[in-house]
């Protein structure tokens, strides 16, 4: 019997539950705060076994490592270092699908030393991205070739027909993370030249983005690109870059709202009647309510009638609602976060949609070029597993099979680079309708 510990039961967790519960032979035990939403995830299953876990419980965390033979953690990022130490210490293997931090990446060494593997980044941005960009880039190189130029984009999304807010957005994962990775700073490299951009400015570095039979995006630089020169073994590449997609709009308007303050981190404790109008008149040190819009049109430099300011009062930060969080220690990020995903979820039957799309330059003997475009359109399933839920999960959920099974044999800090992870985890997921189109462009 193969034991499984899924740390977390969030958004994104059922379908890694689901296809580990499915395998011969594997005890799967989820841990999490709020056990009943473990329970839901093992729905019955026989070989299934949920059990409460706070935080910031060590104990009963390494208690439970050790007595399984992976960890999956599906924790906040800034946990994961804590299970890996945890796991190397007891010669247990680990998968997680966020990047790799720099903590993460001092335990290399120590899990050789232990002959374990740290699986990161095996999700679908990172993850499924690496893995098919990876496939193109050693076949180009298989043929002689050298690819000059990378672009990678990659955005979850409501489908078309669940677009219908001022947004464009609905959120398919946290709130507040997707609102804090909206702090940091980029690097990409294009013709040759760095491109830093510091993470007050990232939302001023957007660019329309067209993909077949899709609406318009935009997309804006995603972290630093510039890591992954070394790890996709593109040295001397003349343009690298890795972005976000959204609809269009989106950056504009969270540019407006990195100006007012509003994703600040700072502890803070707002008074029971704080109301929203209360709240936002703060962030433009106005003693008044009234005329907020204006208030704010003027602090922005935007026009009355801007749509940035639809947005805002869309979501309600002009309005006499009270603010979710008081008499507490909060931040203004997380009130935010709160009020985004009360208004921004996605209702019952609403699907949405992983869209992914790399674009290669490779130049080949003889001067031949080649453009290459992969391309991947996902969807949710109406009433079922979100696409966000099945192509960050699901990677994850095949990576740990392959470690328990035998197939991964790498031990150390890892991304699935390597043809010998990236090609069985790209073909099961073919099998299950997750795939990316190639196709090469006429010169």
């Known amino acids: 019997m193969k034991k499984a510990l899924v740390l977390g039961a969030g958004l994104v967790s059922r379908p890694l539950v689901q296809y580990l519960l499915n395998q011969p032979n594997y005890q799967v035990t989820v841990a999490t705060r709020t056990v009943d939403k473990a329970h839901a995830l093992i729905a019955g299953r026989p070989n299934g076994k949920a059990t409460p876990l706070l935080a910031d419980d060590t104990a009963k965390l390494e208690s439970l490592v050790k007595d399984h033979d992976l960890a999956i953690s599906l924790l906040p990022a800034p946990l994961h270092p804590v299970v890996a130490q945890m796991c190397v210490k007891h010669r247990k293997h680990m998968v997680t699908t966020s990047y ?48 000059v130029s990378f672009k990678s984009y990659c955005g979850g999304l409501p489908a078309p027909e669940a677009n219908d807010n ?20 980029a690097k990409f490299r294009e013709n040759g030249k760095l491109v830093d951009v510091p993470g007050p400015l990232l939302f001023t570095r957007f660019h329309p983005i067209h993909i077949e039979d899709m609406p318009e995006l935009e997309s804006y630089p995603n972290r630093d690109s510039l890591s992954y020169i ?27 709202i990195v100006d007012l303050g509003l994703l600040d981190e700072s502890p803070v404790t707002y008074p029971l009647g704080t109301t929203f ?50 008499g507490q220690q909060t931040t203004s990020l997380d009130v935010l976060a709160k009020q985004m995903e009360v208004k921004m979820s996605y209702k019952p039957g609403e699907r949405d949609m992983i869209i992914m799309m790399h674009q290669f330059e490779a130049h080949f003997p003889g001067d031949k070029i080649e453009r290459i475009v992969s391309s991947m359109v996902d969807f949710g399933e109406p009433k079922g597993d979100s696409s ?56």
């Open 100 to 147: 790799v931090s720099p903590k993460m990446r001092e335990l290399d060494k120590p899990a050789r030393d232990a002959g374990v593997m740290l699986l990161n980044e095996i999700g679908v941005d990172p993850g499924i991205d690496h893995m098919s960009a990876m496939r193109i880039i050693h076949d180009v190189k298989r043929r002689g070739g050298k690819v």
């Open 166 to 185: 001022p947004w464009g957005y609905k959120f398919s994962w946290s709130p507040r993370a997707v609102c804090t990775a909206g702090k940091n700073n």
């Open 230 to 256: 070394e790890v996709y073994d593109l040295e001397g590449i003349d343009t690298m870059f890795r972005g976000t997609l959204r609809y269009p709009g989106w950056c504009v308007c969270m540019k407006k």
């Open 277 to 326: 109008a209360k709240w936002t008149a703060g962030f433009i040190k106005s003693s008044k309510t009234t005329e907020l819009r204006h208030q704010v049109a003027l602090h922005l430099g935007l026009q009355e009638s801007s749509n940035v300011l639809d947005r805002l009062e869309w979501l309600g930060l002009f309005s006499d609602q009270p603010i979710p969080i008081v």
């Open 388 to 443: 966000m839920a099945r192509t960050v999960s699901l990677p994850a959920a095949i990576g740990a099979r392959m470690i328990l099974d035998g197939q991964i044999k790498e031990i150390g800090v890892h991304i699935p680079v390597t043809p010998e992870i990236y090609n069985p985890v790209l073909d099961e997921l073919a099998k299950m309708k997750i795939q990316c189109k190639e196709r090469t462009l006429p010169q």
